[in-house]
């Protein structure tokens, strides 16, 4: 009862018994109010607001501070994401010293002292290596000097270009080159039938074989590119073996591409330079290179532009060399990957190009602006394109394992009626063909089949398991109407009929 009359104030008007307070008749002297609730020392709470202050983190935007901060609190690393395009650098944190940070090292005071003194006073001081880190040193200084010593060697070893001669005589009887195609070579028949058998294999090439070519309008010729750092030409119609070897490229050949007579062809490789070739002799004309590894090589298909050179490099750029003066005379800068192909269409006024972006962009000749961008959220990569040849559709290679149809008219739209699917392409640059006559489309695929279908309806004619590995290439010929030729990544390049 207390402790309930107490807690009402004396002078609280509400309180019930404020009557029999007042006279000292009724009720006993009454003691000081006093709270049952213990004392609270509000030091400890001053002391631990004054630790929160001192430990929370700074804002960076702020320019007045209630209280004094810590130099650790000054120079602690900003809390959360680092903001996208503030620039990098130690003052954000970890900065302890004027010069930045300064790490502590496992080192006695005193021995410290000692090595710094005799440093300064007699000019050395011993190795702070123990003896497992010093042969550790020793052993990777060797391996890294004998690495330089081998690049040296290699790049000795670039500049040397030469072309070895395997035929029987370069020349025949009545003085015309190996490389002149038969005066009776034409068309046997109009109509191109599917090839049943391999009637022929070329095997020279040490490593895979990424590109063939046949000799333009003719075939009588192949030419073949391939990882082993060589390009070979083989003969087609006689005697089926290789006729001369050209060596140039420090690494792996990436493109080849005949002139329109065959006198001459290109070659691009991954050591970043790119030849022009003299197919009869085998002496490179000339060189170009920006420093980036080409991956497509094309010279104007116009007879009186054979000395212009197109090139796709791999900083996202298409060059163009005047090969007569050998400078750069344009640059079409507009892909954001890598060019992968290079087509001429519309009479070769105008040139498609696809890339790493998975776009298609298309140029007008000489003018470095897109006239047509075409980019769709389905749309993959397309590392090979080929012209019908009848000049109306484009066949792209896409890496969702299906061959796309575009028009080549102004608006190279895509056709959906016409769609070649079965093969696996995925993650590989398997070249895509149209025979002579444009009834067949012709594909390799990742594991080393080559695919026919008909043009017109679209259906799987028939698959010929040409490797045994990826069939990278295949070529059909362009006199013999039933024969074709495959490579692929085993080295073999074979011949069907």
Known sequence: MDLLQSSY??????????ESLSSPDTSPLRLPSKSA????????????AAAASTSRPLDPSLHLIPFNPTADQLWAPVLGPQHPHAPISSASGHRNHKLGHVEDAALLPFLFDEQYNTFHRFGYASDPLTDEQRQYAEAHAAKKAEKEARGEGKEKTEVVVKSTFHGKEEKDYQGRSWITPPKDAKATNERCYIPKRCVHEWIGHTKGVSAIRFFPKYGHLLLSASMDCKIKIWDVLESKTCMRTYMGHSKAVRDISFSNDGSKFLSAGYDRNIQYWDTETGQVISTFSTGKVPYVVKLNPDEDKQHILLAGMSDKKIVQWDMKSGQITQEYDQHLGAVNTITFVDNNRRFVTSSDDK?????????PVVIKYISEPHMHSMPSIAVHPNSNWLAAQSLDNQILIYSTKERFQLNKKKRFAGHIVAGYACQVSFSPDGRFVMSGDGEGSCWFWDWKSCRRFKTLKCHNGVCIGCEWHPLETSKVATCGWDGVIKYWD
């Open 37 to 48: 609730a213990p004392a609270v020392d509000e030091t400890a709470l001053a002391l631990s």
């Open 359 to 367: 776009s298609l962009r298309v140029w007008e000749f000489g003018i």
């Open 9 to 18: 104030a004396p002078g609280d008007a509400s309180s019930p018994e404020d």
